[in-house]
């Protein structure tokens, strides 16, 4: 069995070791005898719609995602909306999140156009404003999520998406409403760093399910002994939880 994977702009969306997800769905897919293909696609390389099973956009800067914002919107924007209607699997961190809403206002500069992906918006309180940062641990359906967060830029939902989980300890979206990242169809956006994926392994294999049964497969999932990510995950919700120093360029929660 062979999955295609799109990863959009590794070179220049790929803050905090972005690139760890990739990694994490290859390796839980070859776990498994899953061929998982990885495609890269950069700055004016097409995408069709039709060849990938999953999607991934990391996160960037400021000045990176001026960049992305023209290509999203001129090259790829049409087929990768298109592939989301279709139910492709997606997954966009922090920047990329930003850049699949309706738009993005950083503390300078003009407003950078979004794909529309999510009905979300983005806005940066200004150069003055703390940063959201520190570690978070999140609810979704009985999910566990947990990671690392590192943003500037609020993001406030609109009816047409819902959260991807609820805030147990952190700031997601915005630090206010308790929602952290957006759903749309099969497309997931999400602030968590860490990597993300490597984290959060039911997560990962959710995301392989889909892909899997666009294809019509549904007995390649089979269980793996996550015994280590178990731990891990564990100790990362007890690491955020704890009592710590708040770091001084953040908001207090």
Known sequence: MKLRL??????????????????????????????????????????????????????????????????????????LKEAVEAGVALLAVCGGYQLLGHHYRPAAG????????????????????KRCIGNLVA????????????????TYLGPGSTPLATVERGFGNNGRDRTEGACYRNAFGTYLHGS????????????LGIAL?????RDLLTPLDDTLEERAQVAARKL???????????DQM
């Open 240 to 250: 955020a939880l704890e009592p710590r120093k708040r770091f001084p360029w953040s």
């Open 213 to 217: 049964e666009r294809r019509g497969v």
């Open 110 to 129: 003009p407003d950078l156009p979004g794909l529309g992906v999510f009905d979300a918006y983005t806005e940066h309180p200004g150069p003055a404003a």
């Open 196 to 207: 993300f994926l490597p984290k959060n392994h039911r997560f990962t294999d959710h995301l």
């Open 139 to 154: 609810q979704r359906n009985g999910m566990m999520l947990v990671g690392f967060e590192n943003h500037g830029g609020r």
């Open 6 to 79: 799109a990863h959009l702009y590794p070179d220049h969306m790929n803050l905090y070791g972005d690139r760890g997800n990739v990694l994490c769905l290859q390796a839980r897919c070859r776990w498994r005898g899953i061929d998982l293909e990885v495609v890269r696609l950069g700055l004016g390389d097409p995408f069709n719609a039709a060849a990938y099973d999953l999607v991934f956009i990391g996160g960037g800067p400021d000045r990176e995602q001026v960049r992305v914002a023209q290509d999203l919107t001129e090259v790829k924007g049409r087929a």
